[in-house]
């Protein structure tokens, strides 16, 4: 009995050595960052943290008065990235721990540089998220770091939801994870995207008492799409151009397109009418005819009527078959303004020199020394068929209720 | 002798003898060596281990109750049973601190970078020579139970990362030189080559237990969960990203997000990876052990055991100045001793029954 109690006292006493050793940390000994920004300045990368403050938000959500920021942002300057992070031991009090860090903004300097020494670091630290969202800005990010969010305390997650949202549900700009952009740059294209973020407006919102206001001076805000060559900014795509981009790329989910129902009913200018796409598919098939590159693009997709004022019946198949054919133009016009784009920058962002290598392996082998010529050089045979599925709750427009009865 | 084990019981351990290891390095190296082939290659390693399991089975059928040295001994004298002895235990405990100093060495990189690797390994060791005292029996039966819930965690992962995984970055196919995928399906097949475990793990199963299935199916299962591995890699990150990544098998279940509130699953996976190590490491260390005490004829186990231990710790510790040079050996060292160790040997011990079957089929024909 005496031998099982000693046995049992030796085994928790031995449980006692296993709290961590010496990478023991207490919560409270941590700065959690929620986003980082990377900027170059001459031989110097500067490094900044938006670090949460936990008992701020604990304030804000118990309906406190506040006053406290719940976001406190810092940069460091060194000349390697995680020569730049350790400095940040100088004058933070709590270590740096980058596990729930969401965002990770890059100057467009930083971009222009090459982004390979930032990529490494990500693959290369364990503490560090490959599946953080990428975004790009112009000027310095530091700004995009200390503004302020009125819906979301912590700006740095704010942004990774409205990127997320975006992507899935509107489909303009795509959500960029490091490990996919990573993959891209070094795929057979070597080339990649990141949506660009801005503050629209002014001054910055930084400080807790600008948040009382019902609508702040300034906000942040999706933009453009950057374009990379490699690990090295290209050029920037406009939101129709990008939105392209994510049709050819089959990465459309749901989207909100305009266009004009024609019939004669062409009362507020070009758009008069909105659909929501509910799906969509995209299907790439490379053909080389005669030692020419053709691609051939299918895409197929499908909606629901959500805004008109076209005063057809919206029941008779035909003016369906009118509108789904407005659609399938427009749809076309913003697929053809992202290849003219693409051609036009020499960039296969579009994922074409995957799908040429796949189906033609020992073309390729010849093709992929010159690749981006051979891109620009390619003709894009593109159709697209879409089907109007729904025309939602309501049979007519209301337009068509304010035209005199009996006519 | 006396304790007995089931066929599974044999096939999961021989599995867990290969898996750990197997699904941490083989992928990045495999695809480093045969890039868009890999996959291809694993497929080509498992078919060839079967074959060497066949092999393996064969052997073990002819001395299914009495424990290998011994008769070794009958058949070639106690002096080629005592040097093949120590050459098997130089190999076990080889392969044991090998295992040991990967196992530390991920534990550095990814979770605990500031503990001193030596205490790491001192409680490791001092678990799996627990473990070992207690007896084969112990050691398949906490393995059964890993084997279960590994299983069960397996499917789970595929489900979750399944929206990550892009089929088309396999393609495409024999794209590479032969060369190269040959060198893969030999790297897998030195891995898979530790089915051979069974000439120890023969005698200890239960009576008329099929010797071929068992290595069979333990074979089979361990390139399962390679070649899974393999592919998932590669059609999550491409041939090129994997290439870079050291441990691609836990970055991959990193990447898995449900929501905000379902993420970094990876310590879920890791724990029952560092389960999976103590069975592979007590099934070396056991290996080792078995053979000393066989060959030598020795009688107080517990004290060998322990200083087997001890020597492969130091091993481990000491050996290598940095994982450059540890990576080294095992590429440049580690890899032929398992084939001379699980293809060679028993390849000889095949010949030599042959011909001294033939041998003695002619000397009654004179007679």
């Known amino acids: 009995m005496r031998k099982q109690g000693a046995r049992l006292l030796a085994s928790v006493m031995l449980c006692m050595l296993l709290t961590g050793c010496w990478d023991r940390t207490e919560l409270n000994e941590l700065g959690i960052t929620a986003a980082t920004s990377v900027d170059k300045i001459g031989d110097n990368w500067i490094v900044s943290y938006q670090l949460i403050i936990p008992s701020a938000i604990s304030t804000l959500s118990g309906g406190g008065a506040g006053g406290i920021s719940p976001i ?57 998220r490959e599946t953080v969202s990428m975004l790009i800005t112009e000027g310095s990010p530091v700004r995009i770091l200390r503004q302020l969010m009125s819906i979301q305390p912590i700006s740095g997650q704010g942004v990774q939801q409205i990127i997320s949202n975006e992507s899935r549900s509107y489909s303009l700009l795509p959500h960029v994870k490091l490990y996919k952009f990573a993959m891209n740059i070094v795929g057979d294209a070597r080339a990649g995207v ?48 990008s939105f392209g981009v994510s049709f050819l790329t089959d990465e459309v989910n749901q989207a909100s397109i305009s266009f004009n129902c024609g019939g ?37 997709s499908a909606g629901m009527l959500e805004e008109t004022v076209c005063t057809d019946n919206l029941q008779d198949p035909k003016v369906i078959k009118r509108m789904e054919g407005s659609i399938q133009k427009e749809i076309n016009g913003i697929i053809m303004a992202a290849w003219e784009a693409c051609k036009r920058d020499k960039v296969d962002v579009l994922g074409f020199a995957g799908a040429v290598h796949r189906k033609y392996p020992k073309q390729w082998k010849r093709m992929k020394q010159n690749w981006d010529q051979e891109f620009a050089s390619a003709d894009l045979k593109l159709t697209v068929d879409f089907k109007l599925e729904r025309i939602g709750v309501s049979n007519k427009s209301f337009k068509s209720l304010e035209e005199p009865e009996g006519e | 002798m006396n304790e007995k084990i089931t066929s599974l019981q044999a096939s999961a351990l021989i599995m867990f003898a290969i898996v750990p290891t197997g699904i941490l ?18 497929l080509a390693g498992m078919v060839i281990s079967v074959g060497l399991a066949i092999l393996v089975g064969i052997v073990c059928r002819q001395y299914q109750d009495a424990p290998f040295l011994q008769w070794i001994e009958q058949r070639c004298g106690r002096l080629v049973a005592a040097l093949l002895g120590l050459y098997l235990t130089r190999y076990y405990m080889t392969t044991a601190a090998v295992t040991l100093r990967e196992f530390t060495n991920f534990i ?42 590994s299983v069960v965690l397996m499917f789970m992962g595929l489900f979750l990362i399944g929206e990550n995984i892009e089929i088309r970055n396999l393609l495409p ?9 040959m060198h893969g399906a030999l790297l897998t097949l030195a891995w898979l080559s530790e089915v051979s475990l069974l000439l120890i793990l023969g005698p200890y199963l239960r009576k008329n237990s099929p010797l071929i299935r068992t290595g069979i199916v333990g074979v089979m299962m361990a390139g399962s969960g390679i070649l899974i591995t393999v592919i998932v890699a590669m059609a999550t990150f491409g041939n090129k990203i994997t290439q870079m990544l050291t441990f691609p098998s836990f970055v991959i279940v990193s990447l898995v997000e449900i929501g905000s509130f379902l993420e970094r699953l990876e310590i879920v996976f890791i724990s029952l990876w560092i389960m999976t190590m103590y069975v592979k490491l007590a099934v070396f260390l056991f290996g080792a052990a078995h053979c000393f005490i066989s060959a030598f004829k020795l009688e107080t186990e517990r004290l060998f055991i322990l200083l087997l231990g001890l020597l492969i710790l130091l091993t481990s510790q000491y050996s290598w100045a940095n994982t450059a040079e540890f990576h080294r050996f095992t590429l440049m060292l580690g890899t032929p001793d398992l084939f001379a160790s699980n293809i060679v040997l028993p390849l000889v011990i095949g010949v030599v029954l042959v011909v001294s079957s033939l041998w003695s089929k002619r000397v009654e024909g004179s007679g």
Not at chain 1, 93 to 114: C, D, K, M, T, W
Not at chain 1, 208 to 225: A, D, F, H
Not at chain 1, 273 to 278: F, G, I, K, P
């Open chain 2, 25 to 42: 390095l083989v992928p990045g190296a495999v695809v480093g060596v045969a890039g868009q082939n890999a996959w291809l290659s694993v």
């Open chain 2, 173 to 181: 196919i024999w794209e590479g030189t032969p060369m190269s995928f």
């Open chain 1, 72 to 128: 406190t942002v810092h940069s460091t300057k060194a000349r390697t990235i995680r020569e730049a992070v350790a400095k940040s031991k100088l004058e933070s009090p709590r270590q740096l721990y980058f596990a729930h860090n969401r965002i990770l903004v890059v100057s467009e300097r930083a971009a222009r540089y090459g982004l390979s020494s930032l990529i490494d670091v990500y693959f290369r630290l364990p503490n560090s």
């Open chain 1, 264 to 300: 004669g009913s062409d009362q507020q200018g070009g758009m008069n009418s909105a659909v929501t796409l509910t799906r969509s598919q995209t299907k790439v098939k490379p053909h080389i005819v005669d030692g020419h590159l053709q691609m051939e693009v299918h895409v197929k």
């Open chain 2, 108 to 149: 550095s990189e990814e979770i605990m970078p500031n503990t001193p690797e030596l205490l790491l390994k001192i409680i490791i060791m001092l678990v799996v020579v627990y473990a070992v005292i207690q007896g084969i029996e112990t050691i398949v039966r906490v393995n059964i139970v890993i084997f279960f819930i």
């Open chain 1, 194 to 241: 990141m949506p660009e973020i801005l503050v629209s407006g002014s001054p910055n919102v930084d400080a807790v008492n600008q948040m009382g206001e019902t609508n702040q001076p300034s906000r942040l805000k999706l933009g453009r799409l950057a374009v990379f060559k490699s690990d090295r900014f290209y050029g920037w795509f406009s939101q129709r151009e």
